[in-house]
């Protein structure tokens, strides 16, 4: 397998379909028709109908310490959103598969669901042996009380649910060998994956193995287990033959975990100076019907991050993950950073029009000259030389002109606890393992970077491994901005291990010594604490007479640490850009009152098109960051910093407060037609 740009353009790639073995069977999942229901009648000869586990927390944001409704691998009595397995069948071809799963009949008793989270708050609970539809609930901060500020302004946000939708949907293939499973899985955690399966199986991770394919995207849909591959894992076990699962388009949309679906009320104490007194905060989770993992623990990884990079004295949250009848909520690009800073950045606009004074002016007065630790706890760098460097680096207009949008905002990388690398020479080569391992952001072009710099090993004789719990015994996964960071870190730890190792023994080291032995080194290289940084976007747009968006142009200007690949970096921004755009502008997954989902498609899904009329200007800051090799976060910073700078240039194009995303241009029509209010920005 290849995972690097080179060998998969020469068609050297080796993805979920390109596996072949022979005996091979084809899975189809049985899925539920009802958002909420009784299961009457299930034909008792589906593969997984004995399957009796619940899914452990597993992936990103893995909830440790969070208690509630797991999700079975299969449904027994009651199914809690469309599109939950209920079985599978096997067939020798997919499309004997399809036909058998056309035929079987399943009979159902409907129960009213809960789809939304005002429902949820006020409905009986979806499950039993749970006093209300609250999955988990978080206080952060101290209670402001009266303040007597003299301005407060609060409203409401809503932040859709969207899907992931990468260009690859989610896979794997299962075999079960002398009493060894392997699955090959196209994912962003092989560990991940690993622990649970093995825990839901009852099997020793020992037994165990997981193998990451070349993987065609993820953005935080692939880094947890699902049902399916319990469903695959128990099929191969029960067969003895390899059995391969790849859901369809419209499976995505209706079964891989979601992301977003957050609603926030924020209020603001602030003085006629613009300066921010203090924040109060309620944010509510549209979670889905079980806890998995992230759903349980982003209410308040959201409301730890609600003061953005401001130095704002005092704050409160009350931050709330809710049953709903929908598939269970997880990871997508950003995951709870994009909500947190949608809600702050909101309010300082909104705080801006309240005085009359410049959106950049207002963020400068809440900035900080020396490192801060919030209220809510999120440490932050000094803001306001950040803040200054940004507004000249993208030539920001002082005032802010109709139709832009400014954007300050701080990056969480998912650090802790750290990640694992093994460094092996064998035969005059260097193999590498990373446990934060690629899924299209070209992390072997980093890790070549770091090999040459710390042992001088040329990249011809470097071989980069792909994610295998064979090679690699533990490591992390690839979210969170954590990659170059967790896994970086790891690589140079390992890396003068080797090179300690090989002075001792040989009395000193050069790459000849390196290569004419046999090495093998393995570390996990800890991490804790906080390094944040901070972003800036500045986005220009139009708005025609029709409500169409033109974005005319997207700055940035992005604390990277010491940059390893700047044409990778470049691109992730760009790309990142391209989605921050979609969902700020039309991507949504949508239910109606039954919970049915009506985003059956790409098309239906608004994803936002991959178009050259979209100029990305980016600038790279270069303060590295104190772990080596000082690389800093990069991947979710323009889903986080994007969105709020661009709903700002359409709000102030228009004339009238948005609160809401997607902001859909049936709204943005008709906003155009009617012309600003008054209390609007102008």
Same mark, same amino acid.
């Given at each position: 397998?290849?995972?690097?740009?080179?060998?998969?353009?020469?068609?050297?790639?080796?993805?979920?379909?390109?596996?072949?073995?022979?005996?091979?069977?084809?899975?189809?999942?049985?899925?539920?028709?009802?958002?909420?229901?009784?299961?009457?009648?299930?034909?008792?000869?589906?593969?997984?109908?004995?399957?009796?586990?619940?899914?452990?927390?597993?992936?990103?944001?893995?909830?440790?310490?969070?208690?509630?409704?797991?999700?079975?691998?299969?449904?027994?009595?009651?199914?809690?959103?469309? /599109?939950? =397995? $209920? *079985?599978?069948?096997? @067939? !020798?071809?997919?499309? &004997?598969?399809?036909?058998?799963? +056309?035929? %079987?009949?399943?009979?159902?008793?409907?129960?009213?669901?809960?789809?939304?989270?005002?429902?949820?708050?006020?409905?009986?609970?979806?499950?039993?042996?749970?006093?209300?539809?609250?999955?988990?609930?978080?206080?952060? /901060?101290? =209670? $402001? *009380?009266?303040?007597? @500020? !003299?301005?407060?302004? &609060?409203?409401?946000?809503?932040? +859709?649910? %969207?899907?992931?939708?990468?260009?690859?949907?989610?896979?794997?293939?299962?075999?079960?060998?002398?009493?060894?499973?392997?699955?090959?899985?196209?994912?962003?955690?092989?560990?991940?994956?690993?622990?649970?399966?093995?825990?839901?199986?009852?099997?020793?991770?020992?037994?165990?193995?997981?193998?990451?394919?070349?993987?065609?995207? +993820?953005?935080?849909?692939?880094?947890?287990?699902?049902?399916?591959?319990?469903?695959?894992?128990?099929?191969?076990?029960?067969?003895?033959?390899?059995?391969?699962?790849?859901?369809?388009?419209?499976?995505?949309?209706?079964?891989?975990?979601?992301?977003?679906?957050?609603?926030?009320?924020?209020?603001?104490?602030?003085?006629?100076?613009?300066?921010?007194?203090?924040?109060?905060?309620?944010?509510?989770?549209?979670?889905?019907?079980?806890?998995?993992?992230?759903?349980?623990?982003?209410?308040?990884?959201?409301?730890?991050?609600?003061?953005?990079?401001?130095?704002?004295?005092?704050?409160?949250?009350?931050?709330?993950?809710?049953?709903?009848?929908?598939?269970?909520?997880?990871?997508?690009?950003?995951?709870?950073?994009?909500?947190?800073?949608?809600?702050?950045?909101?309010?300082?606009?909104?705080?801006?029009?309240?005085?009359?004074?410049?959106?950049?002016?207002?963020?400068?007065?809440?900035?900080?000259?020396?490192?801060?630790?919030?209220?809510?706890?999120?440490?932050?760098?000094?803001?306001?030389?950040?803040?200054?460097?940004?507004?000249?680096?993208?030539?920001?207009?002082?005032?802010?002109?109709?139709?832009?949008?400014?954007?300050?905002?701080?990056?969480?990388?998912?650090?802790?606890?750290?990640?694992?690398?093994?460094?092996?020479?064998?035969?005059?080569?260097?193999?590498?393992?990373?446990?934060?391992?690629?899924?299209?952001?070209?992390?072997?072009?980093?890790?070549?970077?770091?090999?040459?710099?710390?042992?001088?090993?040329?990249?011809?004789?470097?071989?980069?491994?792909?994610?295998?719990?064979?090679?690699?015994?533990?490591?992390?996964?690839?979210?969170?901005?954590?990659?170059?960071?967790?896994?970086?870190?790891?690589?140079?730890?390992?890396?003068?291990?080797?090179?300690?190792?090989?002075?001792?023994?040989?009395?000193?080291?050069?790459?000849?010594?390196?290569?004419?032995?046999?090495?093998?080194?393995?570390?996990?290289?800890?991490?804790?604490?906080?390094?944040?940084?901070?972003?800036?976007?500045?986005?220009?747009?139009?708005?025609?007479?029709?409500?169409?968006?033109?974005?005319?142009?997207?700055?940035?200007?992005?604390?990277?640490?010491?940059?390893?690949?700047?044409?990778?970096?470049?691109?992730?921004?760009?790309?990142?850009?391209?989605?921050?755009?979609?969902?700020?502008?039309?991507?949504?997954?949508?239910?109606?009152?039954?919970?049915?989902?009506?985003?059956?498609?790409?098309?239906?899904?608004?994803?936002?098109?991959?178009?050259?009329?979209?100029?990305?200007?980016?600038?790279?800051?270069?303060?590295?960051?104190?772990?080596?090799?000082?690389?800093?976060?990069?991947?979710?910073?323009?889903?986080?910093?994007?969105?709020?700078?661009?709903?700002?240039?359409?709000?102030?194009?228009?004339?009238?407060?948005?609160?809401?995303?997607?902001?859909?241009?049936?709204?943005?029509?008709?906003?155009?037609?009617?012309?600003?209010?008054?209390?609007?920005?102008?």
């Amino acid at each position: 397998m290849t995972t690097e740009p080179v060998g998969l353009l020469r068609g050297k790639g080796q993805f979920l379909d390109d596996l072949r073995f022979p005996g091979l069977l084809h899975m189809k999942v049985l899925r539920s028709i009802h958002a909420r229901a009784h299961l009457l009648r299930v034909p008792s000869s589906l593969v997984g109908r004995d399957l009796h586990a619940v899914l452990p927390s597993s992936g990103e944001g893995a909830a440790a310490g969070l208690t509630g409704v797991g999700e079975p691998a299969v449904a027994q009595d009651l199914v809690n959103y469309v /599109g939950q =397995p $209920i *079985g599978a069948v096997l @067939a !020798p071809t997919l499309a &004997e598969a399809e036909d058998m799963a +056309a035929s %079987v009949e399943v009979e159902y008793d409907p129960l009213p669901p809960v789809v939304t989270v005002e429902q949820a708050l006020s409905a009986p609970p979806i499950h039993s042996g749970v006093s209300s539809n609250v999955m988990t609930e978080f206080t952060l /901060g101290e =209670p $402001i *009380g009266d303040l007597n @500020a !003299p301005v407060v302004l &609060e409203d409401r946000f809503q932040i +859709a649910r %969207v899907a992931a939708n990468p260009l690859e949907t989610r896979g794997a293939l299962a075999l079960f060998e002398g009493g060894r499973l392997t699955l090959y899985a196209s994912t962003q955690s092989v560990f991940s994956v690993r622990g649970a399966l093995s825990q839901v199986l009852g099997m020793s991770p020992e037994s165990v193995r997981v193998v990451q394919t070349d993987t065609g995207g +993820a953005f935080g849909s692939k880094g947890s287990l699902y049902p399916e591959y319990v469903l695959l894992a128990h099929a191969a076990m029960r067969t003895g033959q390899p059995v391969k699962w790849s859901e369809t388009r419209r499976e995505h949309l209706t079964s891989s975990r979601h992301g977003r679906g957050t609603e926030g009320h924020v209020r603001l104490h602030a003085g006629r100076d613009g300066r921010v007194l203090a924040l109060e905060g309620e944010v509510l989770v549209d979670a889905g019907a079980y806890l998995c993992g992230l759903n349980g623990s982003t209410p308040r990884f959201i409301g730890y991050q609600l003061t953005g990079p401001y130095g704002i004295p005092r704050a409160f949250v009350h931050a709330r993950s809710l049953y709903t009848n929908k598939v269970p909520l997880g990871p997508y690009r950003g995951a709870g950073r994009p909500e947190a800073a949608f809600l702050v950045e909101r309010m300082m606009d909104r705080l801006a029009d309240e005085l009359g004074l410049d959106p950049v002016e207002v963020r400068r007065r809440n900035t900080t000259e020396v490192p801060t630790l919030s209220p809510l706890g999120l440490q932050l760098p000094p803001s306001r030389p950040f803040l200054e460097e940004a507004v000249k680096a993208l030539s920001c207009p002082s005032p802010l002109p109709r139709g832009a949008g400014f954007c300050l905002f701080v990056l969480v990388p998912a650090l802790a606890p750290g990640e694992g690398a093994r460094i092996r020479v064998k035969d005059g080569k260097l193999e590498v393992g990373v446990g934060s391992h690629n899924h299209g952001q070209a992390h072997g072009a980093w890790t070549e970077r770091l090999l040459t710099e710390e042992l001088g090993v040329p990249p011809d004789r470097i071989v980069i491994h792909t994610a295998d719990t064979d090679f690699l015994g533990r490591g992390i996964g690839s979210w969170g901005s954590r990659s170059a960071m967790a896994g970086g870190a790891a690589v140079v730890a390992a890396a003068r291990r080797l090179r300690r190792e090989v002075e001792e023994r040989t009395g000193g080291f050069d790459v000849d010594r390196l290569l004419a032995g046999t090495w093998d080194v393995t570390v996990f290289e800890p991490q804790s604490g906080q390094v944040n940084s901070l972003g800036a976007n500045l986005v220009l747009t139009s708005v025609d007479s029709l409500g169409r968006v033109t974005v005319e142009e997207v700055l940035a200007y992005y604390d990277l640490g010491r940059v390893l690949v700047p044409k990778a970096a470049e691109s992730q921004v760009i790309g990142g850009t391209l989605q921050a755009i979609g969902e700020t502008l039309s991507e949504e997954v949508v239910y109606d009152a039954a919970g049915q989902v009506l985003t059956g498609s790409l098309a239906d899904a608004g994803l936002f098109p991959a178009s050259p009329g979209t100029p990305v200007r980016v600038k790279f800051h270069g303060a590295p960051s104190p772990i080596p090799p000082g690389t800093k976060g990069v991947g979710e910073s323009p889903t986080v910093g994007v969105p709020p700078a661009l709903v700002r240039a359409l709000e102030t194009s228009l004339g009238h407060r948005i609160t809401d995303l997607p902001a859909r241009g049936p709204r943005l029509l008709a906003w155009k037609r009617r012309g600003p209010v008054a209390s609007n920005p102008s």
